[in-house]
Structures are given as structure tokens and as C-alpha cells.
């Protein structure tokens, strides 16, 4: 596929104009394109008891929750994201190197991303809906505006490790293997990079003010860049570093603090305005002392309305943190690997998504499992919760993505 004519000038400034911050698409009809997906409505499902935080196999194996059941995809479904405006698509992309976007309501395929060469890791909706990015782990991204279901725009890259649009503008942030940073205004394709220290750039995330992003290196530093001047403002290396690779990234709403995670076992809370490690927190919870390696931080995340941080573990706890006093206030513990975890939107809940294929469903307050949802025969591998907190998106490694209805208690 011919790449995109970009200039990758570090020094040349991205300016962003009025009109990337205005126009704003709302779905309407899209038609039929003759392409539908095979998707699967499961009625009259008997919830039945919503069972412990322990699981129970032989239900797993019985039950399935699901309200829709898409499965286009051939291989395991590596990644899911809703349109931001209406919640009414979904993206997914999977292991059989294929991307689709699809009608949340009935799972009809409102289009396929075509072109992709490997795996495609890394899906997402622009901040109004208007466009699409797929990415696959070669380095081929490829977005496409959503009406026309025309590409607008292509880059090939070194392998891709994550991707991530701007707030307010149609800006693609990405970070790649080599550890280089990219930038590119869509669809006109303006360029700007940020250097690598020799590291992998393994996970960003941008600032709430959309002028700062943190990222995430292997050999675990952080970084803060300026995105109009293309530099760093921190670099945390060295004795405030992790010792592991940075896995899993967050920024709080105060545009100020970031929560990083570790395959060292570990999690730092910083300030971006200092630069400063506020806390460390071992977040790992290894309990059986055998001497196997500390299980690695999968997934961090501030609650949206209280000062609270979730963090994940492939040991299976979820910890909730008091960042007043940086203690744990509980620990709510999974029969297996946790590998994403979602704040409920209006209410102190949090979503995990777990290796043993089960969606639970936990109070903060009380550590207490409310809910858990069953239907995948494979781990769960990425997770997407709507805006109104009505429904969830799971994607798995059964190869399907799944749409789960929520009714949340105290909601």
C-alpha cells in the first residue's frame, strides 16, 4: 500500500485550527452495505444467581448473558471501542488481521477495514464519531471516515505498540517498537515525532488539556511531552523509574496526576507539573511466596468522580486505593488474571475483564462482587462500557465480541 506523503520534520509545529475543534458528526441512517455480519441475539437468558467472586466453571460453561453475539472475527478479538457520540457502533479488530465496525443494536457489519497485514491490536473512534483508526502490529494504520466508509488516510510504521486519538481535534497519537512518538494531523497527514531514548514506547495516554502526553517506555521511564514544541518536559529514569516495562497508563480529571503500572509488581502515582513520584504502590499482591516472578500491573484507572485509583493484576486482585492517604482501602480478589478494568461512568463501580472469560461487576466501597456477567469460552482481552453505563462491549479470545446489557445497582 503506498504511504501517505508526511512530512516527519521534528521541529515542524502541527497547528491546531478552530475547525478541528467544531465539527462534530452524529450517525444517522448509514444504509445497507450488503455486508452483514453474523451476529446472534440470545433471548430469554436465565440470569439466575449472580454467584461469588470465586466463579463457578460449570455455569461458565451453561450460561450466556449476552444480549449480541458478533462473530465475523476468525481468531481472537484483540480490541473493541464505541463511537464516543452515540454509542451505537463498535470497532474491533482481531488476530485474523481483519477490523470491522458494526451497529451495536442488531451486530449488523456496517464496514470492514480492508488492507491490514497482521494482527490489528489497536482500534479507535475519533472524538466525534467521524472517523475510524485501525492499527495492526506491523505498523499499518489505516483510517477511514465512517459515513462513506472511504479510507481518508494511511501511514506504515515500525511495529505498532498503541494508538490513541486527540480530545478535541482529529490528531492520532501513536507510539512503535523503535520507541518513537507520532503525530499526524488526518486526514492532511502532518507529521511531527518524538524522539526515542532506544526503548520500546510501550503505552501513552493524552493529558486532559490535550496540549501534554505521558508515556510509557520498556525499560520503565516516563516521559511528558509537549505536543506543540516537541519536547520533554520530565523524564523519569533511573532511581524513579519502574523497574519493568510500563504496561498500563491513566490520567486523573485534575490534569495533573498519571498512574502508571509495572511488570514490576508496582505502581507509581506522579505529578506532571513536577515531575515528581508522589507514591509507590505495591499493587502486585503476591500471596503464595513460591518465588515466581511478581505478577505484572495490567490495567490502572481513576474514578471519575472521587479521589480513588483501581489497579489490576495477573494475580488476580483488584485493588482500590485512597489517594488522599495512598492506602488500600479493598481488595477484591479473581480466580484468575485481571486484564482490563472500567470505572462505571456515574456510580462508584468498576468493570473487570478477566482471563477466565467472566465480566464482574465490583463495589468500591465495600470490595463486595455485585454482578458477573458469563457467555465467553475464552479470556476476556479488551473491554468497552458505554458512556450511559447501559451496556459493555467484551472482546475475547473465543474469537467473538460480545454486547452485554448492565443494569447496575443504585443506578
Known sequence: MDQQETSANPDEEIEFLEDDFEEVVDFGDEGDNGEDGLAIGIEDVDVGDEGDANGDMDAKDEKDDAELCYMKHTASVFSVSLDPVNNSMAVTGGEDDKAYVWRIQDGETHMECLGHKDSVTCTAFSHDSKFVATGDMSGLILVWDVATKK????????????????????????????????????????CKTFQSHGCRSTCGVLMKDGKRATVGYEDGSLKLWDLRQGIHTFHLSDGTAHQGSITCIDGNR????????????TVKIVN????????TLAAGFQENGNGDSPPSIEAVGFSPHQPMLATASLSGVLGVWDLSSNRLRQQCKHPGGIVRLKWDSAAPLIYTGCLDGIIRLW???????????????????????????????????DGTARVFTVQTPGR
Open 272 to 279: 506532571t507539573n513536577t515531575g515528581k513520584v508522589l507514591s
Open 254 to 265: 485534575d490534569n495533573v496526576l498519571v498512574a502508571t503500572g509495572s511488570e514490576d509488581s
Open 151 to 190: 479510507q481518508v488516510w494511511n501511514f506504515e510504521t515500525t511495529d505498532l505498540e498503541w494508538l490513541e486519538w486527540h480530545k478535541e481535534a482529529h490528531v492520532l497519537l501513536s507510539g512503535t517498537v523503535d520507541g518513537s512518538v507520532w503525530m499526524w494531523k488526518v486526514p492532511s497527514g502532518d
Open 363 to 397: 463495589d468500591s466501597r465495600s470490595g463486595n462482587c455485585e454482578r458477573e456477567w458469563y457467555g465467553h469460552s475464552g479470556e476476556i482481552l479488551d473491554l468497552a462500557v458505554a458512556r450511559d453505563g447501559n451496556f459493555l462491549v467484551t472482546g475475547s479470545g
